[in-house]
């Protein structure tokens, strides 16, 4: 099927009908003449919808985005709970940070509540590492017995 679209005086029915690159353009819907635009008006799409995002891009205009600048953070102190158990996986290697991120936050919540056993949180945080846990449970307890904490 040869694709057409229709050209009239009516912009509103191009754009219409621009939209619809793809679908089949009745000839019973132009006024003046019909014109096979399949690769044509595919790059014409494309074009268009470029230029006007790189005009929307450099204006100050209402639909360009703005973002504000992100929040401070604040450090914890030396001493704190939440330094220490970041401070101890520090050196554990892991596939990406979050990982260490999330494997410091488990050993967090550990050392505050100390709820279930040193390896079973190593487990739960699910640390992807070349370590296994039990290497892990290993580096983790030396560092603590290091700071003064005593893992049972």
Known sequence: ??????????VRNFFLTFNNIGQDVSPDRTKLSHYPVVPFLSFLRKTFYILISIYFSQTNEALTMSTKPPASVAEYPAESLEKLAYNVVAEIPTEEPNDRNRLGYCLWGWLSERRGTLLQTIC????????TPEEMYDIIQKRLQEKGIKVS
């Open 1 to 10: 099927m040869t694709q057409f679209i229709t050209i009239d005086g009516d």
């Open 124 to 131: 739960a945080a699910g640390t992807r590492s070349s370590l």
